[in-house]
């Protein structure tokens, strides 16, 4: 009998320690609620439930439920749009056995309140400006008429020879995005490369292919070709069903593509954005029917299968430099500089941790002292505390 | 004028989004939540665009009688399948997704096959292509046919049969060599990318704006 | 040497059928093979099993029919473990296609542990916006889903009740043949800081390492072999672990195919 009765005092426990504060780095409307487990909630301890949580506008009032945390739960957000900023709350929990309900301690008052700076995103912040401010200074370095040197970037010096020989050859030219978006950074940047294509085959009057996945990338393509054409004095040459939508089917559009280069056998092709599974399909096909071809991705998973398959490819960040390289006016260099100098600080960075890392384990292992060991922790912890 | 616009919008949204990633006390919260749904809006309509585009491709290729101009009247009976299908289904069923709808029954009886024998065709590809371009032509290209012959054999469970040391040997190329390598890659590939946005709020970079 | 030449430069058309042939017959013969199991999964699964009864799990369906044979067997091994252990399940994604798809396991899985749909598991379909609607979802899922696939207002149901935002989630798992995965993490898990982990094809799965080495997501359950892993530890071998022999004999056979090539380049390289 006794220890069914030490059992049932176990289950009508209530939790302790509870809670209730605004909760930080939010926009308000929020109230955060913790405590620590009833005792009967341990161990994963199937008779328990879980937790109701119930709140008043005042200590004696009537007290409402909003919410429900499951067992084995510490924390309970009141993200409840009908939670006023400014207003007094108070809180209780009742503990939920499979024999009935504990009940908290009333706790309160506490009020919500919209943050003003998200000191989470502390780190963010400091390399944001950091990189910022490097870039604006190189920038304002180059206008001000320091030469800056960008080293040969050889897929991007293709261009001008792959749509001569396609010329030559008199077939036409193929331009892909593969799979992207028009949100996303890699489109714009290869929107410049794009834009130098259609020059040269204005200059030459060589046809450009450029199918599309995306609707919003295919008007922004669309717009490009024409202004390279007008701009070169050819915006004769411009079709606009050359640049036409196929699909947003991944493989559909892979199937697309593949046909229209078996119909049309294009002397050059040009794979610039990002692309997924069907990069290999495209870039084979690419190559059976003889195109000499140039691939641009930050797709790191993709890169070796270009490397493989293609006669030139960009790798990661070359695409985002392609605008500049193409482009050499001094803010486009300064901002290329500024990235640079980034990267090398960085770098200095990870090879400092490393080295620190590596001289804490050999410290303990040859004189059993855990000093550095212990500073190189808490730098790392102190990272991860963002 | 007609680009200055263009260029102090994109400067306002880009700017207004990275405040409010530091910012989250209202109007600032709001605001970006708001451009989300705003995004999320026009996406769905430039579908439009595309359809658009799609119909005038197709019909100028039969009017032309281009090479191939038969399968585009395989493209457009398609097209209208599904949109048939899709609006029975979704009056009948209140969502074309029920799974004993018409437009399921196409989906799962036409696309899905299509797409599987799509990605299928890879495994061919990715043989030939390994065939053709993994030769010890230098040393480290042998490196690279040696790792890639035993991540192969390490993710599959013959690895294991053949020596049980493959699978860790495999762990070991992916866990260390190879993600060495992509870390740098992934960290020029994004700060590249943080210095692209920062010449497109700023207006630096203007290519896209044609 | 007539032999030899014929290694260097065999017919692409030729490897195709043997790699055809070497796909097709261990399927037809039904071998089976040993799996060994990952830390990687091992961890995915225990991130799941460590959960308290009643948390809410967010699944997003980012592939279609391309990828179902490697990621289907993971979504369904997940919903099994998931309904086992009493989680509640929210399912979207971010392919209007491949939504359709996945919700075949979904019904199947349902009807088979006897989830009830609005208490255990809801369908809140597609919305296009793709970053956005991860983005928009850490203030308040409302605002992107305020009705379930079927149109139905997610207030009626009973397990959307206190569900607001991924404070109010407990894990989410990415099923994803893209870079969707990635997306959740930087996006997502970075912002919000909520548990993840990811189920991805196999040629997917080396960009998600560094991830799983910072602490970002709790695991990785990658490609056929993942699957096949994961459908051990559920304890329901089905279509991954019974096709693991298939890819084994493929990946040999490619191996094999390097070996010709290289003796053939090999030998022409002397001659010359």
């Known amino acids: 009998m006794l220890p069914l009765i030490a059992v049932l005092g176990l289950l009508t426990q209530p939790p302790v320690n509870v809670r209730a504060y605004d909760t930080p780095n939010d926009e308000g409307s929020s109230i955060t609620i913790t405590w620590e487990l009833s005792p009967a909630d341990s161990g994963g301890a199937s008779l328990f439930r879980g937790y109701e949580i119930y709140r008043s506008l005042s200590a004696t009032g009537d007290f409402r439920n909003v919410g429900f945390a499951p067992a084995g739960a510490t924390r309970f957000d009141d993200g409840n749009t009908d939670i006023q900023d400014g207003q007094e709350y108070f809180y209780r929990l009742k503990a939920l056995t499979a024999s009935g309900y504990e009940e908290s301690a009333v706790v309160g008052p506490v009020v919500s309140s919209a943050q003003w700076f998200n000191t989470r995103t502390v780190n963010v912040l400091v390399i944001t400006l950091f990189i910022s401010v490097l870039v604006i200074y190189y920038i304002r370095r180059a206008r001000a008429g320091e030469q800056l040197f960008v080293r040969k970037i050889a897929g991007l010096d293709a261009i001008d020879d792959a749509v001569g020989r396609s010329t030559e050859m008199g077939r036409p030219i193929l331009y892909s995005f593969g799979l992207s978006y028009l949100n996303e950074v890699w489109t714009l940047a290869s929107l410049s490369i794009l834009y130098r294509v259609a020059q040269k085959c204005a200059e030459y009057s060589t046809r450009l292919l450029v199918p599309h996945y995306d609707p919003l990338v295919m008007s922004a393509a669309q717009e490009t070709v024409k202004q390279a054409y007008a701009e070169t004095g050819r915006p004769d040459l411009y079709d606009e069903r050359d640049s036409p939508f196929l699909t947003a089917d ?73 605008s500049c390289y193409l482009r050499p006016e001094p803010q486009m260099l300064g901002s290329l500089k500024g990235e640079d100098l980034t990267k090398a600080i960085i770098i200095i960075f990870l090879l400092c941790g490393a080295v620190l890392g590596t001289l804490g384990v050999l410290s303990n292992i040859f004189f059993d002292h855990d000093g550095l060991s212990i500073f190189f922790e808490n730098i790392v912890q102190w990272f991860n505390t963002f | 004028m007609k680009r200055d616009i263009p260029i102090i919008i994109t400067f306002l949204t880009g700017f207004l989004c990275v405040v409010a990633f530091f910012i989250p006390h209202p109007p600032l919260g709001d605001l970006q939540q708001r451009f989300l749904i705003w995004y999320a809006i026009v996406y769905g309509f430039t579908m439009v665009l595309g359809l658009d585009s799609l119909l005038k491709y197709n019909i100028k290729k039969i009017t032309q009688r281009k090479e191939g101009w038969q399968y585009s009247y395989v493209l457009l009976f398609g097209l209208a399948l599904v949109l048939v299908t899709g609006f029975q289904s979704w009056f009948k069923y209140g969502t074309p997704f029920e799974l004993r709808s018409s437009f399921m029954y196409s989906y799962i009886h036409i696309i899905v096959p299509l797409q599987a024998t799509m990605f299928a065709l890879l495994a061919f590809f990715i043989s030939s292509a390994a065939y053709r371009a993994f030769r010890a032509r230098t040393f480290e290209a042998t490196l690279l046919l040696v790792a890639a012959a035993i991540v192969m054999l390490g993710r599959v469970p013959i690895g294991k049969m053949i020596w049980s040391e493959i699978p860790v040997i495999s762990d070991w190329l992916l866990n260390i060599p190879q993600l060495a390598a992509k870390r740098g890659i992934q960290i020029g590939v994004y700060l590249g990318g943080v210095v692209m946005s920062l010449r497109i709020i700023l207006g630096i970079e203007r290519t896209y704006l044609t | ?146 009705v379930d696939y079927k149109g139905v207002p997610v207030d009626s149901f009973p397990m959307m009740k206190d569900i607001h935002n991924y404070g109010d989630m407990a894990l989410i798992v990415d099923f994803a043949h893209g870079t969707a995965g990635e997306y959740w993490i930087q996006y997502v898990v970075s912002r919000f800081g909520v548990r993840m982990f990811s189920c991805v094809t196999g040629v997917m799965a080396p960009t998600l390492y560094p991830y799983l080495q910072a602490g970002q997501i709790t695991g990785i359950i990658g490609g056929l072999q993942g699957a096949a892993e994961y459908e051990m530890l559920v304890g329901n071998p089905e279509s991954a672990a019974f096709g693991m022999p298939a890819q084994s004999i493929a990946h040999l056979l490619i191996i094999a195919f390097i070996v010709f090539g290289n003796i053939g380049y090999f030998i022409s390289r002397r001659k010359k």
């Open chain 3, 1 to 146: 040497m007539k032999v030899l030449d014929w290694l260097a430069n065999i017919d692409r058309r030729l490897i195709f059928l043997a790699i055809g042939l070497a796909v097709a017959i261990p399927i037809i013969m039904k071998l089976r093979m040993p799996i060994r199991i990952s830390s990687e999964v091992r961890s995915a699964y225990e991130t799941i099993e460590n959960l308290p009864e009643g948390s809410v799990v967010l699944a997003s369906i980012d592939y279609d029919a391309t990828s179902a044979p490697e990621l289907t067997p993971m979504f369904r091994s997940f919903l099994r473990q998931c309904f086992r252990k009493k989680l509640k399940i929210i399912y979207t994604g971010h392919l209007a296609i491949g939504l359709p798809l996945a919700q075949f396991d979904l019904d199947m899985v349902t009807a088979e542990c006897g989830a009830v749909y609005g208490e255990d598991y809801i369908n809140l379909g597609y919305r296009p916006g793709y970053t956005a609607v991860m983005i928009g979802i850490g203030r308040e899922i409302r605002d992107f889903f305020a």
């Open chain 1, 250 to 322: 991944q493989f559909g559009y892979a199937a697309g593509v593949d046909g229209i280069m078996m119909r049309e056998k294009p002397g050059a092709v040009f794979w610039q954005g990002y692309f997924y599974a069907e990069s290999l399909i495209l870039a084979e096909t690419g190559h059976s029917v003889g195109a000499i071809q140039i691939a641009g991705t930050t797709s790191v998973e993709q890169i070796p299968f270009f490397v493989a398959a293609c006669d030139y490819t960009l790798i990661g960040e070359e695409m985002y430099a392609a």
